[in-house]
């Protein structure tokens, strides 16, 4: 079992930043490919973005590549997503995934899953 828990969501003006930390519980957190989801007001979840076990292969989606950028600390079980160049657009609520397989935490299919950091971006 893998536990997770996302801090670092918060209210920012348009064109500022934010860090958001996701924390792991377990000794096995190098072994887990993770990734981040948000899900905006009357919107399905979607993909943000996701890296590999070693930190390595980030991938992101399209709307965000350029201005969020993740990554991962294994020896405090940690990943992180810093998101710069905030828009209103990119109000939601962000969930951290962990799963065995980078294409899981790539495609909505990953095993675990936190319960989420709310993020709003004013006008």
């Known amino acids: 079992q893998v536990q997770l828990v996302e801090s670092g969501g918060g209210l920012v003006q348009a064109g500022g930043s934010l860090r958001l930390s996701c924390t792991a519980s377990?000794?096995?957190?190098?072994?887990?490919?993770m990734g981040w989801f948000r899900q905006a007001p009357g919107k399905e979840r979607e993909f943000v973005a996701a890296?590999?076990?070693?930190?390595?292969?980030?991938n992101y989606a399209q709307s965000v590549r350029g201005r969020f950028t993740i990554s991962r600390d294994n020896a405090k079980n940690t990943v992180y997503l810093q998101m710069n160049s905030l828009k209103p657009e990119d109000t939601a609520v962000y969930y951290c995934?962990?799963?065995?397989?980078?294409?899981?935490?790539?495609?909505?299919?990953?095993?675990?899953w936190g319960k989420g950091t709310l993020v709003t971006v004013s006008s």
């Open positions: 995934a962990a799963d065995r397989t980078t294409a899981a935490v790539t495609t909505d299919g990953a095993d675990y």
């Open positions: 377990g000794r096995t957190f190098s072994r887990y490919a």
């Open positions: 890296i590999n076990w070693s930190g390595g292969n980030p």
